[in-house]
T-cell receptor, first 114, second 112 residues
């Protein structure tokens, strides 16, 4: 079945380290998104990409970086510049060519700074 | 810009009670509207959607009607179950913006 796979499910980062969260989809979707969710909070958009080799900053891009070298992959790097990275990270994709299609979400990666 | 406002939670109901979660939106174009559900420790799942005015989306006993005149998309269910306990997000999608706008989420707890 088609879907989005995020890995790892849990990730621990030491102070000063960069870490990369994986997001892979086999839905043939053009657009992919990264969101951050803090406890009891809504979703905040970090980065999004509507096509391969192109991406845009969301509302909270500082301290994060992304790449979109392949249609099916959109990895997120949390850099040491991100001062408070502990959060739940969600990746999503959508088929922009189909009106009202909505997002398909992965199951998330929970990142903790130790 | 686009925005979505959801009724503040948390909402606590007894099993078999009627559920309404209010959602209003602001958009310049003609967006599609969605409700997503998030169970603890998981990602969001699309619950239902409506793509034009007066459309009714429905799934698993939940319903919502796209009301352009009141810019609303309220979620309703006639009889909730304990298994409906989750966080519910209202969202709109403007195809020209290339991304969706989400509400802050409403936590529903259903007690037996």
């Amino acid at each position: 079945d088609g879907g989005i796979t995020q890995s790892p499910k849990y990730l621990f980062r030491k102070e000063g380290q960069n870490v990369t969260l994986s997001c892979e989809q086999n839905l043939n979707h053009d657009a992919m998104y990264w969101y951050r969710q803090d406890p009891g909070q809504g979703l905040r958009l970090i980065y999004y990409s509507q096509i391969v080799n192109d991406f845009q900053k969301g509302d909270i891009a500082e301290g994060y970086s992304v790449s979109r070298e392949k249609k099916e992959s959109f990895p997120l790097t949390v850099t040491s510049a991100q001062k408070n990275p502990t959060a739940f990270y969600l990746c999503a994709s959508s088929d922009r060519g189909r009106e009202g299609y909505g997002y398909t979400f992965g199951s998330g990666t929970r990142l903790t700074v130790v | 810009g686009d925005s979505v406002t959801q009724m503040e939670g948390p909402v606590t109901l007894s099993e078999e009670a009627f559920l309404t979660i209010n959602c209003t939106y602001t958009a310049t174009g003609y967006p599609s509207l969605f409700w997503y559900v998030q169970y603890p420790g998981e990602g969001l799942q699309l619950l239902l959607k409506a793509t034009k005015a007066d459309d009714k989306g429905s799934n698993k006993g939940f319903e919502a009607t796209y009301r352009k005149e009141t810019t609303s998309f309220h979620l309703e269910k006639g009889s909730v179950q304990v298994s409906d306990s989750a966080v519910y997000f209202c969202a709109l999608s403007d195809r020209f913006a290339g991304k969706s706008t989400f509400g802050d989420g409403t936590t529903l707890t259903v007690k037996p």
